[in-house]
């Protein structure tokens, strides 16, 4: 008896609300604004609950941003797409102020180099410290020919290699 009671009650509920017309159950363009809201605001048709302020600099500045990235590094937007923003995001604020300074620095090529010395102080010694040989630039810093430096980058990157094996890092990033 109850199991047709609650089948009862149940029609009784949908024949309600099929013969009554309710305008709030119609799509809308906009987010519904609830009766005890001040203000809603919204973002692409979606209502924004927290975090405010990083949405309205993100529609602001996002788009101008991704186009910035993409061309002077040579992306298009499905690269740009491809990158987890959110991770690196996550990874570049657990840095210290002192190290995301110096990964900004890097990623701009505004690391203190020979060759970025030399663009201030001309008469400045621009040769690298490791060979006397080059110009020391990003790329010759990580490219350097000399044997001690040859050696040390071997021995960091294999110590670097068996540290993030200890995590359980996959086989194909190991061995790119």
């Known amino acids: 008896m109850l199991k047709l009671d609650l089948n009862d009650i149940a029609d009784t509920m949908a024949t309600g609300f099929q013969s009554g017309y309710n ?30 302020g990083h949405m309205f600099y993100f529609a602001v500045y996002a788009p101008t941003l991704q186009e910035t990235i993409c061309k002077n590094l040579k992306w298009d937007a499905m690269t740009f797409d491809h990158i987890n923003w959110d991770a690196h995001e996550a990874a570049f604020t657990s840095l210290t102020r002192y190290q995301q300074i110096a990964v900004s620095m890097l990623v701009h090529n505004l690391w203190n180099s020979g060759n970025q010395c030399k663009q201030h102080i001309p008469a400045a010694d621009s040769s690298c410290a490791s060979c006397h040989h080059d110009l020391e630039t990003i790329d010759h810093i990580f490219n350097c020919p000399d044997h001690e430096t040859l050696l ?20 194909q990033i190991l061995q790119a």
């Open 152 to 171: 040390n980058q071997t021995a960091s990157y294999s110590s670097f290699l068996q540290t993030i094996s200890l995590f359980q890092t996959p086989h």
């Open 23 to 52: 305008p709030l159950y119609e799509p809308s363009e906009f987010p519904l604004f609830h009766p005890l809201h001040v203000a809603t605001v919204s973002i692409n048709n979606s209502s924004i609950t927290s975090k405010l």
